[in-house]
């Protein structure tokens, strides 16, 4: 476990990544004691300087939802990252490709709260009946951590690799269409490039919301009514360059389209 300074050193090292675009070594090589907790502490640090800074928080992203990533990195549960409103990007505007460090897309559904979620004990009914839409989305994750070698704890202090998030159109109340069974597939031009479904996100994405309610309560955190959350992706990620153009499409959700200058 790190001390309070070196929490603070490995928020700073994350910090100047992200304003300068240039990616650094893995904090578990830097910072060889570090642990989930440490790292946790260190999102957080990062967290509430932008929210002094006048961000908002918008909502939440779990990551390594699929069993695939958690045996990749070696754990037994996803983990979470935070949505700023800055995060947020619109459909119909480019995005600057230069302003990321090594940019990738995934693709995901959106479940956005109508009401807040209880925390410890929070159930799939829960979730559904708090939800007040599902939306396509096209989520943007980006590495502060050089060439994505990265370790649980190094994603986990990155704010879980996230980086943006592009919303469709589409409004669909959870009653509507399972959303354990949504057929997705990425295009970049005419090309496919990932395909999916969303359960491939621990069977269920509702579970993965259900989760995060639970493990952000133990940080002092709700998930609020308004709050959009992203439960993970059901295809592999695909690297952006300039000049792509994204198009995603759900079955019985609607598309959503991210192009990159």
Not at 101 to 109: D, G, Q, T
Not at 116 to 132: I, K
């Amino acid at each position: 476990m790190l001390d309070p300074a070196e929490r603070a050193s490995a928020a700073a090292l994350l910090r100047a990544a992200q304003r300068d675009r240039a990616p650094i070594e893995p904090l578990t090589s830097a910072f060889p004691g570090i642990d989930v907790v440490d790292a946790y502490e260190i999102q957080l640090l990062n967290i509430r300087r932008r929210l002094a800074g006048g961000a908002r928080v918008r909502g939440h992203k779990v990551g390594l939802s699929s069993e695939v990533m958690q045996r990749m990195m070696g754990v037994g549960e996803p983990d979470y990252g935070h949505l700023l409103d800055d995060m947020v990007l619109a459909e119909d505007v480019p995005i600057p490709a230069g302003a990321y460090c090594h940019p990738r897309v995934e693709v995901e559904i959106g479940y956005v709260l109508g009401a807040s979620l209880p925390g410890e004990g929070c159930t799939e009914a829960d979730v559904l009946a708090a939800t007040e839409y599902i939306v396509p989305s096209i989520e943007l994750i980006d590495s502060r951590i050089r060439d994505w070698r990265i370790g649980l704890a190094d994603t986990v202090a990155d704010n879980a690799s996230s980086a943006g998030v592009v919303l469709g159109a589409a409004r669909v109340r959870p009653g509507e269409l399972d959303p354990a069974g949504i057929e997705a597939v990425l295009y970049r031009g005419g090309a496919e490039v990932a395909r999916g479904d969303t359960s491939a996100v621990l069977g269920n994405p509702t579970t993965a919301v259900a989760w995060l309610a639970g493990k952000v309560a133990s940080f002092g955190v709700k998930l609020e009514a308004g709050h959009l959350i992203l439960p993970g992706s059901c295809a592999r990620a695909v690297d952006v360059h300039p000049g792509d153009a994204f198009r995603a499409e759900f079955a019985g959700l609607g598309s959503v389209t991210a192009r990159f200058e």
